[in-house]
């Protein structure tokens, strides 16, 4: 399989949903992904590789170029790494979805003291969460300004994923002002949701 998608110009999610629906019907081939910003550029990347898949990138006048190689070696490399982390913890898979800078409904200032509180506490708990996912006005907690930048760091160091919607940073004009984990896209943020075993929302 050779063949070409032209994302250029698409919304997120759709280059990364593109993507997929021809990985997915295919056992093996060369996709080349064609794109027009850096942010559908990682997301398809990232998603291509979690598909244990090699990708090679060139950026062109025209565009971001990733072409992406679905083989025999791929398939075993997600096997064993699925194998692997199944091992490594049998802990349930939680995610924790913030949809406010804010904790609660009430007075605004407690509502961010109570929200900086949550997230500096999470360290100390257990099982650890998988991911952290903000959205909506959630995503000015990852971004310059915000008092809980230094324990969402201290979390992501602890190998705990932290995404920030895309296009709710664009919304709010932060998306070059991103202070820690990384841009994601309604696709990630779905599967992620659909593969946790339970979801906090504080």
Do not use: W
């Amino acid at each position: 399989m050779i063949e070409t998608i032209d994302a250029r110009g698409k919304p997120c999610p759709q280059p990364v949903v593109m993507t997929k629906r021809v990985l997915d019907s295919v056992q093996e081939g060369l996709l080349t992904v064609i794109v027009d910003n850096p942010t559908s550029r990682d997301n398809v990347e990232r998603f291509a590789r979690s598909q244990g898949c090699d990708v090679d990138i060139e950026e062109r006048k025209e565009g971001y170029f990733l072409s992406i190689t679905k083989g025999y070696p791929c398939e075993v490399e997600v096997g064993a790494l699925t194998e692997e982390r199944a091992e490594a913890s049998s802990e349930p898979h939680v995610v924790v979805y913030v949809g406010s800078d804010q904790m609660g409904m009430g007075d605004q200032e407690l509502g961010s003291i109570l929200i900086r509180a949550f997230l500096k506490t999470l360290k100390d708990v257990n099982p650890k969460p998988r991911k952290l996912i903000f959205v909506n006005s959630g995503v000015k907690l990852t971004t310059e300004g915000s008092d809980a930048i230094e324990s969402i760091k201290e979390l992501e160091a602890m190998n705990i994923g932290v995404l920030s919607c895309g296009t709710c940073l664009d919304y709010y004009r932060l998306k070059d002002k991103l202070q820690v984990g990384i841009v994601s896209n309604m696709f990630d943020i779905v599967s992620s949701l659909m593969e946790a075993d339970r979801v906090i929302r504080p």
